[in-house]
């Protein structure tokens, strides 16, 4: 668990370096270091339950991590909706000032070159690159806070003690 909540503020640190010139290579091992730190401590907690609490304990100790899990990602996964699509309307409105946030906010992605046209594509999307960049400190706050939790915890080991 500790080693998740330091690789993974530095992991999602990185993802707001990303432009639109970066390239595959460098996007692809950004994305697989920042899963491979987040997946080394997935699943942390269910071992941690399991060695402190007592056998008919355990099941309620899995429901309420389960619960709290599934209940703060739709929080967090909705708030960072909420948070792209405030920066990006707000990103285009600054770099392509003539262009209508009415009408781009009811486009899809597959639509945007012919709403915006070639002369504003760059500017837009640099607008939404930064509306991206700007999103994922969310997660980067998210997962320097995880570290609170793992100092916090007790140490023990997970090996039966034979008698």
Known sequence: MLATSI?????TGLLTTLDLQTDLPK???LLGFTGAAIGIGLTAPHSAVATVLS?????????IIGFVS?????IFISTSATLFQNRLFAEVSLRVPEQNV??????GLSELRAVIGPDNLRDVLLGYGEAVSQTLYLPVALTALSLVGSLSMEWRSVKKKTA
Do not use: C, E, Q, Y
């Open 7 to 11: 690789l993974s503020p530095i992991a």
């Open 27 to 29: 996007v692809l091992a």
């Open 55 to 63: 056998i008919k304990d355990v099941p309620i100790g899995m429901g």
């Open 70 to 74: 599934r209940l703060l990602s739709a």
């Open 102 to 107: 009415t009408s781009f906010r009811n486009t």
